[in-house]
């Protein structure tokens, strides 16, 4: 089964180390589609923020907002009916983080210019968001090593994955599957790939769920 030609935008999201990029880049091979990826290493705020929130948080974050709703603005201005996009970040999920990390003056300056960008950006056709135990991220974080994560601690990163828990809990701007990836591999395992592609295809309703025990 493939997937319908209704999702144009298709959006993989889910807490650092989840596999949202990798399922992108898996989608957008299957679709013959063009992908979007986030570039959080172009970030030069990023490692220092790991390294001390309070002082290099709102840089980070305003980095991120301007570089991901210009992203997705570029792809509303051209046509979407040209073919089908897959990409790793959704623009709606950036104040997330936002709330996390920033202070109240700092958020209120952040939440001015996100309401100014989001509605020049594209809304996705279908939201895949990946979940994992905090204790399977932190496991996939140390494991890939990369240099800008180091500084990362396992309660930041337990914060962020209940974050996105409740953030998604609520989600109904667009359609929803919510997929336990915990037991599932997308790229090693070519058979869990298809299944979720199959499941995909069956979807009936603005908000289901994939699991697999």
């Known amino acids: 089964m493939n ?6 935008y298709i959006v993989v999201e889910g807490p650092i180390a989840v596999g949202k990029t990798s399922l992108a880049r898996l989608l957008a ?23 001390n929130r309070e002082r290099y948080a709102f840089a980070a974050q305003m980095f991120f907002l301007f570089q991901r709703a210009l992203q997705a603005g570029e792809l509303k ?15 709606d999920k950036d104040v997330l983080f936002a709330r ?44 890939r090593g990369w240099d800008v994560e180091r500084p990362i601690s396992e309660r930041y990163l337990r914060d962020v994955a209940d974050a996105y828990a409740t953030y998604f809990h609520s989600y ?24 979720l592609v199959e499941r995909i295809g069956n979807l009936r309703s603005r908000r289901e769920f994939f699991n697999r025990g």
């Open 3 to 8: 997937i319908p030609e209704k999702y144009r």
């Open 100 to 143: 996390m990390n920033l202070a109240d003056d700092e958020f209120d300056l952040y939440q001015r210019m996100y309401h100014f960008l989001q509605p020049r950006t594209a809304s996705p056709d279908l939201v895949i968001y990946l979940q994992a135990p905090a204790d399977v991220l932190i496991e996939r974080v140390r494991r």
């Open 77 to 91: 201005q051209r046509d979407l009916f040209d073919g089908q996009t897959v990409a790793d970040f959704l623009l």
């Open 29 to 51: 091979s299957r679709l013959e589609a063009r992908l979007m990826l986030e570039d959080a290493q172009s970030n030069p705020f990023l490692e220092r923020f790991y390294r």
């Open 172 to 195: 109904d701007a667009s359609p929803l599957l919510i997929i336990n990836s915990e037991n599932l591999n997308f790229v090693d395992q070519p058979k869990d790939f298809d299944l």
